[in-house]
């Protein structure tokens, strides 16, 4: 069989290529070499890819049948002969262990990210969303919770339990980058962004670089890409997260028909809502479905209702089914926790205070000033604003809208407009003047651009979209755009009219000119008397404003301040890489030896999703019209991370301006409900209660006259009560429940956290696995492990294969690599388990040694009395294919783990850690007691694993399928509920729309024919779903076990390892260790055994004999104990427990347990004093260990 006939065998039966080497019983990689053509198959493996490929088309759920026909003892099998390098089959297996480092370590995904997630964010991954075998997620924790992260985390963790294997985030055009940097940055995951020109050269959602991908939901629901998206070679996405869940937006017109929006539509696809129009169809269902948002409800039943039926389409199917869902049941579904309830872990609040200062400035006065230029302007605008009110010309209202918005901002933002605007009326008065365009064409143009506007094509995006929402393209802000845009509307409906106006705007440019050109800015004057106050001099300060012109001002008058290289700025005409430039540099020191800048201007488009906690005085130089803007500028600053008590957050208002009296009032009223409820929650509400109220139209209704701007002002704070905030809150935990979970789990986390840390695998392991593995691979580590190291290959491209992967890496770090996570430096590549260049080296030596696994090699047990095998094999329990159910059209990993036995010659067959290799030495022989297993090794191991697949696979399995049982009855129930409540509206909604058509509504005759067919389909939609969640339990099934390794154990004949293996010597050390801990105050816990390491939470080997807690930290004490004096040996294990835990891991040696006053000798931190550049287990001797021993306490 060819590797093309393999590859599309394969792809015919939607398997992953992990899945079908789980089929084949061969490895990834052997599988991979098939279909690249660079090895054939053998005998037995052709026979293999010869059955599944006769019975492709087999019964439903028999999707294992091929590989299982084979019966085990006829498997073409490396013979055993125990002959292997011994290093190399403990690289297999120790590479493999890593590779699963969630079955050593449950929070395994803390270790390889650079976070430390907060207490809240561990309850909602490791609690509430991995334990869910189908996660429909709606996490909705308050802004500024860290919702990238816990997803970040979910989706390493996932990556490494094999759970999920494509992954698309889909995200509001402004924080693309912003999940891209984040998922890279924290947790080396290696995401693409997709964007509509990359269907050009093929579908960016298949094939290679389609795994991890992140995208614009507005991007995705057009028609480009989501065709994409639909075509029949993408596989499907194991799990979609959508960003901003809440702008997925549905509501119900009041007849009571459904009115999706097409980002709700897309949803809908993905989530696998049945009933959908032909266009919106997907020929897959996304598995796992995360819904991430800070505000659910919005204050809105009905939307809140249809984000809760993305989750589960069946069961949420109507409103009222939802509402009558269990309140207890519907944590499985969904988490929120409000910022007053998240506390770090010694239980202190992580939010700092806000306090809001509004500074007022008045404008210079003159014939020349900014007054004169406000009180023309203001002129002009209320004559054409009053005109096109009056002709219903909304596109030029707009344009007066930009003008206001503009003269708030800057006399140089002002100017620009004035210049663009008189750009436009030149060229229609020149089109006009020249005949190419006729003057009845003028009102056809104005037409046009009213349409737009009453169509929602042309929109203030400054008013209506937060910054999250605004997009940038070309090198512009999509405001920007639209601004352009309206600045080409205009009232005149003759030639006459349009030069009268340009004459009106060539008198204000030159006023604006003369008024720049003089120096005059009385905003930034007053801006920078604050930057010269004591309490804000020599700090890092974040400007926003809502122009580009304005960003360019502000720079340019910064640097004449003397502040030249202390300017970091971004807006929506940089790319990504330049914006984290920018970033990165605020983010150093303004000093002459960090070079970092002290300012930092941003936009609000290009500054969303940026973090920027690390500063603490925001100055809003333009205060948005836009609450949702201003709440999302403070979360840039007002998060975790924020290391002061409080933040500042400064408003420039001209306060007696007609604008700056209605913004002034609205913010004097904000800081007054603050100090009335002794908290700053109103900050984070503001959005939420100016909801479909316009700030902007208050403003234009200002311009009109000096009452008029009072009269409004008031009007506008009138609707912001402390009343208001204070029924949101109620309203809140009414909907959400009232939380409060995060302060009650802390005891329960902390201690979980606690034996985490004696769980950890980094650095040591990985340290030890590395130095192990370079033999295997052909390359040296030169460098000190303990801090940086390059790689140098030992025969000419060994590591080619790296050169693509470095590229994801700045060039400075490239050629220098550490296993211990960086603090804040990027000058050097972090390399872990699940890191590329780590997974690349490690698939390097895993398929080097893999011949080593399969022979076979020797080690010695000093603890053994008896020689036997150890075994070590890949399980897996997967839900099987049904293929009359779409949802089950592909397999699904449930669970994939490794397991390891001993194999004794009586017979006997124990389940053992896979960690227990580390506790060996090579061998260099066989003794005479290991003749048993050497005659007939081939048949000891298909015992072996013929006992694995029977007893320990078979025992998962159950397991899982018991846990689904547990859950099927309740599912049923309520799904039979649901669509007795979908039957109900269904025949309710058909006998109204049936009335309106006898009535003669024409719209009801259509709405009535798509009710019907509903109604139709409805039994057997029923009886699909509730066949589908019974097939769901019948097909979790054990896939053929993988055997990776079986070493030959025997007993040590050593005379000095039977001297040191004496038990009565062991019991004397353990118990003066114990006295001397519990003398000194400490809760000490025996964890020397597998059980008892077992019962205190640990691993069955955790490196280390007592587990010693003091008031001030924990300690892992190792025991060793001499009859007299001599050396004492640390295994792999102990070396590498040592190195994690440093300080606190200590080495007590008990001299002369034989005498009567056994002497204690204890070294703390012996990793760095005693065996910090050994390899393979540790001799120490006796003078050594006295010399670094510690005086006792």
């Given at each position: 069989m060819e590797a093309s006939q393999i590859r599309d065998l394969r792809k015919r039966m939607d398997l992953t290529q992990q899945q079908f080497a789980g089929l084949l019983g061969v490895s990834f990689v052997t599988l991979n070499r098939w279909e690249n053509g660079q090895s054939k198959p053998s005998a037995m493996g052709l026979a293999k890819l010869q059955q599944l490929s006769a019975r492709e088309s087999g019964p439903a759920g028999d999707w294992r049948a091929a590989s299982d026909e084979v019966p085990i003892d006829q498997r073409e099998l490396v013979r055993l002969d125990f002959l292997g390098d011994a290093n190399a089959l403990r690289v297999l297996v120790e590479g493999e262990r890593l590779s699963y480092g969630h079955l050593f370590n449950p929070a395994f995904a803390t270790e390889i990210s650079e976070i430390d997630p907060l207490p809240h964010q561990r309850i909602a991954v490791y609690q509430r969303m991995l334990p869910q075998p189908r996660l429909r997620f709606l996490l909705a924790d308050d802004a500024g919770a860290g919702k990238t992260i816990m997803?970040?985390?979910?989706?390493?963790?996932?990556?490494?339990?094999?759970?999920?294997?494509?992954?698309?985030?889909?995200?509001?055009?402004?924080?693309?980058?912003?999940?891209?940097?984040?998922?890279?940055?924290?947790?080396?995951?290696?995401?693409?962004?997709?964007?509509?020109?990359?269907?050009?050269?093929?579908?960016?959602?298949?094939?290679?670089?389609?795994?991890?991908?992140?995208?614009?939901?507005?991007?995705?629901?057009?028609?480009?890409?989501?065709?994409?998206?639909?075509?029949?070679?993408?596989?499907?996405?194991?799990?979609?997260?959508?960003?901003?869940a809440h702008k997925l937006s549905a509501n119900r017109d009041p007849d009571g028909s459904f009115r999706p929006t097409d980002r709700y539509r897309l949803a809908e696809a993905i989530a696998g809502v049945r009933e959908l129009p032909d266009d919106w169809r997907l020929p897959w269902v996304a598995h796992h479905l995360l819904l991430l948002t800070a505000t659910p409800h919005m204050g809105k039943e009905y939307p809140y209702y249809c984000l809760w039926r993305l989750l589960e389409p069946e069961l949420f199917s109507t409103e009222t089914a939802f509402i009558r869902f269990p309140r207890d049941s519907r944590e499985r579904y969904f988490i929120?926790?409000?910022?007053?309830?998240?506390?770090?872990?010694?239980?202190?609040?992580?939010?700092?205070?806000?306090?809001?200062?509004?500074?007022?400035?008045?404008?210079?006065?003159?014939?020349?000033?900014?007054?004169?230029?406000?009180?023309?302007?203001?002129?002009?605008?209320?004559?054409?604003?009053?005109?096109?009110?009056?002709?219903?010309?909304?596109?030029?209202?707009?344009?007066?809208?930009?003008?206001?918005?503009?003269?708030?901002?800057?006399?140089?933002?002002?100017?620009?407009?004035?210049?663009?605007?008189?750009?436009?009326?030149?060229?229609?008065?020149?089109?006009?003047?020249?005949?190419?365009?006729p003057e009845e064409e003028l009102r056809a143009q104005q037409e046009r651009l009213n349409r737009k506007v009453r169509e929602g094509r042309l929109v203030d995006v400054l008013a209506v979209k937060t910054g999250d929402e605004e997009t940038s393209a070309a090198g512009q802000e999509e405001h920007e755009e639209s601004e352009a845009e309206a600045l080409g509307a205009f009232v005149a409906t003759s030639l006459a009219e349009l030069i009268d106006e340009r004459g009106q705007v060539q008198d204000l440019i030159a006023l604006a000119e003369a008024v720049h050109n003089g120096g005059q800015e009385s905003k930034f004057e007053r801006m920078a008397e604050l930057l010269r106050a004591p309490q804000y001099r020599d700090q890092k300060v974040i400007i926003y404003t809502e122009h580009r012109d304005t960003l360019e001002f502000l720079r340019r008058r910064l640097e004449g301040m003397g502040y030249a290289d202390q300017v970091a700025y971004i807006h929506g005409g940089l790319g990504f890489e330049e914006r984290d430039a920018q970033v990165e540099r605020f983010r150093k020191a303004h000093d002459a030896e960090s070079k970092g800048a002290r300012f930092f201007i941003g936009t609000d488009a290009a500054a969303e999703g940026i973090n920027l906690q690390f500063c603490w005085i925001l100055?809003?130089?333009?205060?948005?019209?836009?609450?949702?803007?201003?709440?999302?500028?403070?979360?840039?600053?007002?998060?975790?991370?924020?290391?002061?008590?409080?933040?500042?957050?400064?408003?420039?208002?001209?306060?007696?301006?007609?604008?700056?009296?209605v913004i002034k009032t609205l913010l004097d009223k904000l800081e007054e409900i603050r100090k009335q409820l002794g908290s700053d929650k109103v900050f984070d509400v503001v959005g939420r209660i100016f909801e479909g109220m316009s700030i902007t139209d208050y403003i234009q209704r200002a311009v009109e006259s000096d009452d008029e701007a009072d009269r409004k002002a008031l009007e506008l704070a009138g609707q912001l009560t402390p009343e208001q905030i204070r029924a949101i809150e109620v309203r809140e935990q009414t909907i959400y429940g009232k939380g409060g979970e995060v302060l009650t789990d802390l005891p329960q986390l902390r201690e979980a956290m606690a034996i985490e840390a004696m769980r950890r695998l980094l650095p040591g392991y990985v340290r030890r696995y590395l130095e192990h593995a370079a033999p295997v691979i052909g390359v040296d580590f030169i460098g000190n492990l303990d801090s940086q190291f390059f790689m140098r290959p030992r025969k000419r491209g060994v590591l080619e294969s790296l050169l693509p992967?470095?590229?994801?890496?700045?060039?400075?770090?490239?050629?220098?690599?550490?296993?211990?996570?960086?603090?804040?430096?990027?000058?050097?590549?972090?390399?872990?388990?699940?890191?590329?260049?780590?997974?690349?080296?490690?698939?390097?030596?895993?398929?080097?040694?893999?011949?080593?696994?399969?022979?076979?090699?020797?080690?010695?047990?000093?603890?053994?009395?008896?020689?036997?095998?150890?075994?070590?094999?890949?399980?897996?329990?997967?839900?099987?294919?049904?293929?009359?159910?779409?949802?089950?059209?592909?397999?699904?990993?449930?669970?994939?783990?490794?397991?390891?036995?001993?194999?004794?010659?009586?017979?006997?067959?124990?389940?053992?850690?896979?960690?227990?290799?580390?506790?060996?030495?090579?061998?260099?022989?066989?003794?005479?007691?290991?003749?048993?297993?050497?005659?007939?090794s081939n048949?000891?191991?298909?015992?072996?694993?013929?006992?694995?697949?029977?007893?320990?696979?078979?025992?998962?399995?159950?397991?899982?399928?018991?846990?689904?049982?547990?859950?099927?009855?309740?599912?049923?129930?309520?799904?039979?509920?649901?669509?007795?409540?979908?039957?109900?509206?269904?025949?309710?909604?058909?006998?109204?729309?049936?009335?309106?058509?006898?009535?003669?509504?024409?719209?009801?005759?259509?709405?009535?024919?798509?009710?019907?067919?509903?109604?139709?389909?409805?039994?057997?939609?029923?009886?699909?779903?509730?066949?589908?969640?019974?097939?769901?339990?019948?097909?979790?099934?054990?896939?053929?076990?993988?055997?990776?390794?079986?070493?030959?154990?025997?007993?040590?004949?050593?005379?000095?390892?039977?001297?040191?293996?004496?038990?009565?010597?062991?019991?004397?050390?353990?118990?003066?260790?114990?006295?001397?801990?519990?003398?000194?105050?400490?809760?000490?816990?025996?964890?020397?055994?597998?059980?008892?390491?077992?019962?205190?939470?640990?691993?069955?080997?955790?490196g280390f004999d007592l587990m010693s807690r003091r008031a001030s930290e924990e300690r892992g004490i190792e025991v060793k104990g001499r009859v007299g004096v001599g050396e004492i040996e640390l295994t792999e294990n102990e070396w590498a427990r040592a190195c994690i835990l440093r300080e606190r891991y200590w080495l007590y040696a008990v001299f002369d347990c034989g005498g009567v006053q056994p002497r204690l000798l204890r070294v703390q931190d012996p990793f760095a004093k005693l065996i910090t550049k050994a390899r393979g287990s540790v001799v120490i001797g006796y003078r050594d260990i006295t010399n670094a021993a510690e005086a006792v306490e």
């Open positions: 997803t970040g985390l979910y989706i390493r963790e996932s990556l490494s339990r094999r759970t999920i294997r494509r992954v698309l985030v889909v995200a509001p055009a402004g924080l693309v980058g912003n999940w891209y940097r984040e998922l890279h940055k924290l947790f080396q995951l290696q995401f693409n962004i997709v964007v509509g020109a990359d269907t050009k050269d093929g579908n960016p959602f298949a094939g290679k670089g389609s795994d991890l991908v992140v995208v614009s939901v507005d991007r995705l629901r057009a028609p480009r890409l989501f065709n994409a998206l639909r075509d029949q070679r993408v596989a499907p996405y194991d799990l979609v997260v959508f960003d901003e929120r926790r409000v910022k007053e309830e998240m506390v770090d872990l010694r239980g202190k609040p992580l939010y700092a205070e806000r306090m809001c200062d509004t500074v007022s400035y008045d404008l210079s006065t003159g014939a020349v000033s900014e007054q004169a230029l406000y009180d023309r302007t203001t002129v002009y605008i209320r004559h054409y604003y009053n005109q096109a009110r009056l002709l219903n010309r909304q596109a030029a209202r707009f344009a007066m809208t930009v003008f206001q918005r503009r003269m708030a901002s800057s006399t140089w933002a002002l100017l620009c407009s004035f210049r663009n605007r008189h750009a436009k009326l030149d060229a229609l008065i020149d089109d006009i003047q020249s005949g190419r365009i100055i809003n130089y333009d205060v948005p019209w836009n609450p949702a803007r201003l709440e999302q500028r403070m979360g840039r600053i007002h998060r975790y991370g924020q290391k002061r008590d409080r933040v500042a957050i400064i408003n420039l208002v001209a306060g007696k301006t007609r604008e700056g009296r992967l470095l590229e994801n890496y700045p060039e400075s770090a490239r050629k220098r690599f550490t296993v211990h996570r960086p603090d804040d430096g990027r000058d050097a590549i972090y390399i872990h388990p699940g890191e590329p260049v780590f997974e690349r080296l490690s698939a390097i030596a895993i398929e080097h040694a893999r011949s080593a696994g399969q022979r076979g090699a020797m080690f010695t047990d000093v603890s053994a009395t008896a020689p036997y095998l150890f075994h070590v094999a890949r399980v897996t329990i997967v839900r099987g294919i049904d293929p009359g159910i779409p949802s089950f059209n592909a397999i699904d990993v449930i669970e994939q783990r490794l397991v390891a036995i001993k194999q004794y010659a009586d017979g006997r067959l124990i389940e053992a850690p896979v960690e227990h290799l580390l506790l060996l030495r090579p061998a260099v022989k066989s003794n005479p007691g290991s003749v048993v297993f050497l005659a007939q048949t000891w191991r298909l015992a072996a694993e013929e006992h694995i697949q029977r007893e320990l696979v078979t025992r998962l399995a159950d397991l899982q399928r018991m846990g689904a049982t547990n859950q099927l009855k309740d599912t049923e129930e309520y799904l039979q509920i649901a669509f007795d409540y979908q039957e109900s509206e269904l025949a309710a909604a058909r006998k109204r729309f049936t009335d309106q058509a006898r009535d003669g509504q024409r719209a009801a005759h259509t709405e009535l024919e798509r009710i019907k067919t509903q109604q139709r389909s409805l039994a057997s939609r029923r009886e699909l779903v509730l066949l589908q969640a019974r097939r769901e339990v019948e097909l979790i099934q054990a896939s053929r076990v993988e055997m990776l390794a079986t070493a030959l154990i025997q007993p040590s004949t050593d005379p000095d390892d039977i001297k040191a293996r004496d038990a009565e010597v062991e019991r004397i050390a353990v118990e003066v260790a114990i006295a001397f801990e519990a003398a000194q105050g400490a809760d000490v816990r025996d964890v020397s055994t597998p059980p008892k390491a077992r019962l205190a939470g640990l691993n069955d080997y955790p």
